[in-house]
């Protein structure tokens, strides 16, 4: 097992060595810059030079990635082109907000896509078979960003249930511990602050769930239905198991396998979402600043949280893996 | 993110890759011994189906054929695609496929949207750019024109007939999901089954190259496909074919990869071995058996692109990327412009949105009736 994961751990180098040149080449291909976006329209040829210059993009492409290569060693990530404050700050300063919106789309859609789906395969073409498999079809068509701009339209500005945007209440009493406002609260014991939290999670986490919700309802179904086909499962039920045991340790068991690995490939498809969420119910996360970061070109911001967000979507997958192997002695990886 | 990633999707892969395989496809001994006029009632591609006791021959008989009658007789065995009904594959799977609601649902949809495709711009009532100046029409007043006989779902912000732009947009949206799924397929289908081609002709080098590739989806796969598409809109400026492309870039590794794992499974089949102990060339089984066999799954992949790329290139003009060209309209720049007036005139972005989501749930509806129709496994 440890082998493993050093082996898959040492893998990661070439890979993201690769995705960091393939990011150079690309962000340089991208038209402007940072200087004349950050100078505007309106700046001299002098000005933009001198701006370069400064930023040091005056200097031979291959330096500049060695610069940017041996910075990275030292975990020096740079200084945003465009808000001028370090990297890693603004990294680390919207990154929970980024997470716990994503983590709460994952949970309601495990919590509620997987019951559901284990239902609809039990009652197979029953309504609530056709009402799950319906639901999810439609959740995986409707746009994202309509979803969730009407959630907020009905709950948040004509119902007034929810807020319409931001993550805490203006106002109310939060201590910064690590950032994910849910835990902070219960941390420093300002229980408000994490109710707060959670209300404004509802409707975008909502929106950002409506997709893994139908991937792993569709999922759930599917494999359950396999899986109560299988031998071992009329083996269980005949020798007289009782049937919360044959469900939970025979057919759960098995069918959640590749359910599990479909939640590591949702975390990507979660951060586009999550762009268009967090713009819509204006979350300040990260999805919202990288787009904001290609408008003005700010290489560092860009280049360093791409490489991290691979980096995550890469462990995460591993854990996937592992999580995997635990669960399933059959597939022990070597 | 090596290849071991997916490895616990491949057995997924592997069904799906099975379904499109031709059951028939095994070496039937069995069953050139109970049908005998299997191959005269399917006629496959080769020559006339030998009569009964020739087919009986023994394996050393077999071994003493010419290398023409060898590659005519796998023909004959892989275009054989018996099931027990007596149907080829495809036939029988095409027969689950009509016989789906799903599918029949679907393909209403999608027949509708395309005749609207077609024929939108002629049927249209008024040009999709020309505007009604009446006074009313001032958006900045919050005042709309809502459905009356002359526009029957009214008028928009710049006071333009939006039964027509609709119509006209219906043309533009198809485009932009046609063209950036073939983008998509092509490209992905190219790498993929390179890749795949590889790692069956075998070596190391096979090996090798298939490695390399794989690295390079993986991290086209790692990077969130919306700022993977916001970045080529970037580089490319505001047009139809940015968004296309931009859409159509981010299904490559989805393609390249479902190829790979499909060939992958392939490789392993029954036929492949029989193929080999016929002493059939490894590049021909690659071309002529693996790769036609393992395009099942793919295809259904492109039906159901088709509605994300629709639902992407809608993500695209959200975020201020979309088309602009107010003669060209699309449904998704027109759900994006439309969403600012939301309170004043709702029902302006509700047309364009339930236009996408409809034709989404079309293409949706029958990629998953292909993909159950073609998987042996939910075979009743």
Known sequence: MLRLIVRRLLQLVPTLLGLSVLLFLWLRMLPGGPASARLGERATEADRIAMESALGLDKPLWDQYFIFLRDLLTLDLGVSTRTGRPVWEEFTQRFPATVELGVTAILIAVVVGVPLGYLAARHRGGWMDVGAVSGSLIGICIPVFFLAFILKEIFAVGLGWFPTGSRLTTGINATEVTGFHTLDGILTGEFDATGDALWHLVLPGIALASIPLAVITRMTRASVLEVLQEDYVRTAESKGLHQRVVRLRHVMRNALLPVITAIGLLTGSLLSGAVLTESIFSWGGIGSFIRDAIDGRDYPVLTNFILIIALVYVLINLLVDLAYSLIDPRVRVH | ?380
């Open chain 2, 1 to 380: 993110m090596s290849t071991e990633r997916n490895e616990p999707r491949e057995p997924d892969d592997a069904a799906r890759a099975d379904g499109a395989s031709p059951e028939g496809a095994v070496p039937e001994p069995a069953g050139t011994a109970t049908t005998p006029t299997a191959g005269a009632t399917t006629g496959g591609p080769g020559p006339a189906a030998p009569a009964g006791p020739e087919r009986a021959e023994s394996p050393l008989a077999k071994a003493r054929m010419s290398k023409a009658d060898k590659i005519d007789r796998l023909a004959q065995l892989t275009a054989q695609r018996t099931t027990s009904s007596g149907d080829s594959l495809w036939v029988a799977a095409f027969r689950r496929l009509r016989s789906s609601k799903m599918a029949i649902i679907g393909a209403v949809i999608i027949a509708v949207f395309v005749v609207l495709a077609i024929i939108g711009p002629w049927i249209a009532p008024y040009s999709p750019t020309a505007q009604t100046w009446r006074g009313e029409v001032f958006s900045n007043r919050g005042i709309f024109v809502g459905p009356r006989a002359e526009n029957w779902l009214g008028l928009d912000n710049l006071g333009r007939d939006q039964l027509s732009r609709l119509l006209v947009g219906a043309r533009q949206t198809l485009l932009v999901g046609v063209v950036a799924t073939v983008i998509g397929f092509v490209v992905g289908a190219l790498i993929g089954g390179l890749s795949g081609a590889a790692l069956a002709l075998g070596g190391r080098t096979g090996q090798r190259i298939d490695t390399v590739i794989m690295r390079f989806i993986d991290m086209m796969l790692a990077l969130p496909s919306l700022l993977l598409a916001v970045s080529i809109a970037a580089v490319m400026g505001q047009s139809l074919t940015t968004v296309m492309i931009a859409v159509g870039v981010v299904q490559i590794p989805i393609f390249a990869r479902l190829l790979r794992g499909s060939m992958l499974a392939q490789a392993n089949a029954d036929y492949v071995l029989a193929a080999r102990s016929l002493g059939v060339r490894r590049r021909r089984i690659v071309l002529a058996h693996v790769l036609p066999n393992s395009l099942g799954p793919v295809i259904v992949q492109c039906t159901l692109v088709l509605a994300t790329a629709i639902i992407e290139a809608a993500a695209l003009s959200f975020l201020g990327l979309g088309n602009l060209d107010a003669a060209q309209p699309e449904w998704g720049v027109m759900l994006a412009q439309a969403q600012r007036f939301f309170d004043a005139a709702p029902m302006l972005a509700v047309y364009p949105a339930l236009g996408i989501i409809i034709t989404a749930l079309g293409f949706t509806l029958l990629g998953e009736a292909m993909r159950e129709a073609l998987d042996p496994k939910l075979r009743s």
